[in-house]
């Protein structure tokens, strides 16, 4: 039995459970979560399966509801080794550029953990930290900063607690760790190679003089490019450095006039802080032409699906057809409107 061969009695019921529930809007979308459950009692899943699923999507909504507060506040993610002491220039780098962050409004997400997230939610503080913590029974709880705070919550599993560590972040700073932090790491980089998240800052920042992420970058130059398991150029998105002043910088300067992007059929739409000229659009295309499916890159008025969901009607915005396999350097395109002269200062 598929969703759409629910018997209609079984629909009306759900729809009586909302009804009384009080679930006004997404119906169809929380009806479908309902109808899900059904079928995999339906289906005789297994009793571990089922508590699989219940137990994610119970975690997802306790993350949902931490971060619900501050959804017009940016965030970004600080990953680190929960290994690194207080002493270790590592923390000192991870607090200060968190602090630093806080700084200029921004919200710091963390693991939760001792190292360097507690560093980095040290920098921010309290207010602005906000902790999604994993539960081992051979690690140490939440850090003092956030622990027992109602800016922390707990994840049973590492992909919702992964899931949650991203979704809503707007830059991500990776400092050295082992194979939590590197799994971070490339989870982030495959996200945006392929298209399944959208364009963010990837910073990886080292102590001063340290060598740690020049080692892996040495290891894609001379070993991942060349044998075609990666395009050349792949991990010109992130960048590699021990400065805070330029993590900041790349945080912060991604936004500086991009603003968010919507697909609309074939249609990309990249909304923006302000309005490009003619001779920019042309010069855009001019160097970004390999990357279209056909056409120019153009300005355009809200599409109509987005006035139907008032989706950042009051930006200006260019719409192109992107040739779905370039859809990995849509980086490249966001740093030149970045960069663009009628780009805001700031």
Same mark, same amino acid.
């Given at each position: 039995?598929t969703e759409e061969t629910l018997p209609a009695a079984l629909s009306a019921e759900i729809n009586k459970v909302l009804d009384d529930a009080g679930v006004r809007s997404d119906r169809r979308l929380?009806?479908?979560?309902?109808?899900?459950?059904?079928?995999?009692?339906?289906?005789?899943?297994?009793?571990?399966?089922?508590?699989?699923?219940?137990?994610?999507?119970?975690?997802?909504?306790?993350?949902?509801?931490?971060?619900?507060?501050?959804?017009?506040?940016?965030?970004?993610?600080?990953?680190?080794?929960?290994?690194?002491?207080?002493?270790?220039?590592?923390?000192?780098? $991870?607090?200060?550029?968190?602090?630093?962050?806080?700084?200029?409004?921004?919200?710091?997400?963390?693991?939760?953990?001792?190292?360097?997230?507690?560093?980095?939610?040290?920098?921010?503080?309290? $207010?602005?930290?906000?902790?999604?913590?994993?539960?081992?029974?051979?690690?140490?709880?939440?850090?003092?900063?956030?622990?027992?705070?109602?800016?922390?919550?707990?994840?049973?599993?590492?992909?919702?607690?992964?899931?949650?560590?991203?979704?809503?972040?707007?830059?991500?700073?990776?400092?050295?760790?082992?194979?939590?932090?590197?799994?971070?790491?490339?989870?982030?980089? %495959?996200?945006?190679?392929?298209?399944?998240?959208?364009? %963010?800052?990837?910073?990886?920042?080292?102590?001063?003089?340290?060598?740690?992420?020049?080692?892996?970058?040495?290891?894609?130059?001379?070993?991942?490019?060349?044998?075609?398991?990666?395009?050349?150029?792949?991990?010109?998105?992130?960048?590699?450095?021990?400065?805070?002043?330029?993590?900041?910088?790349?945080?912060?300067?991604?936004?500086?006039?991009?603003?968010?992007?919507?697909?609309?059929?074939?249609?990309?739409?990249?909304?923006?802080?302000?309005?490009?000229?003619d001779a920019e659009l042309d010069d855009l295309t001019d160097r970004f032409g390999h990357m279209l499916a056909d056409g120019r890159i153009r300005r355009s008025e809200p599409l109509a699906p987005?006035?139907?969901?008032?989706?950042?009607?009051?930006?200006?915005?260019?719409?192109?057809?992107?040739?779905?396999?370039?859809?990995?350097?849509?980086?490249?395109?966001?740093?030149?409107?970045?960069?663009?002269?009628?780009?805001?200062?700031?």
């Open positions: 039995m929380v009806m479908r979560m309902l109808r899900t459950a059904i079928l995999l009692g339906e289906d005789g899943a297994d009793r571990l399966d089922l508590k699989i699923a219940s137990a994610a999507l119970a975690e997802m909504r306790d993350a949902f509801r931490l971060f619900a507060p501050y959804e017009g506040v940016p965030k970004v993610t600080v990953f680190g080794s929960a290994r690194t002491r207080q002493d270790d220039p590592l923390y000192l780098q $991870a607090r200060d550029v968190a602090a630093a962050l806080a700084t200029e409004g921004w919200m710091v997400v963390t693991g939760a953990g001792p190292g360097i997230m507690q560093a980095a939610a040290e920098g921010a503080g309290p $207010a602005l930290s906000l902790g999604v913590s994993i539960r081992l029974p051979f690690e140490e709880k939440a850090n003092t900063i956030i622990e027992g705070s109602e800016h922390v919550v707990a994840m049973k599993y590492f992909f919702t607690r992964k899931l949650m560590l991203m979704k809503e972040s707007l830059g991500f700073i990776c400092l050295p760790g082992g194979f939590g932090t590197l799994d971070e790491m490339f989870e982030l980089l %495959t996200l945006q190679q392929t298209g399944k998240a959208e364009p %963010t800052p990837i910073v990886l920042l080292d102590r001063k003089g340290g060598t740690f992420w020049n080692g892996l970058k040495r290891f894609i130059d001379e070993d991942l490019a060349p044998t075609g398991v990666i395009s050349e150029g792949d991990f010109d998105r992130v960048v590699v450095t021990d400065s805070i002043e330029d993590a900041i910088a790349e945080i912060t300067g991604f936004w500086r006039n991009y603003d968010s992007l919507r697909w609309v059929g074939d249609a990309l739409v990249l909304r923006l802080r302000a309005e490009p000229t987005e006035i139907t969901d008032g989706d950042r009607l009051d930006l200006p915005r260019v719409v192109l057809h992107l040739d779905h396999r370039r859809v990995g350097e849509l980086f490249r395109l966001i740093g030149a409107l970045n960069a663009l002269a009628s780009a805001p200062e700031n």
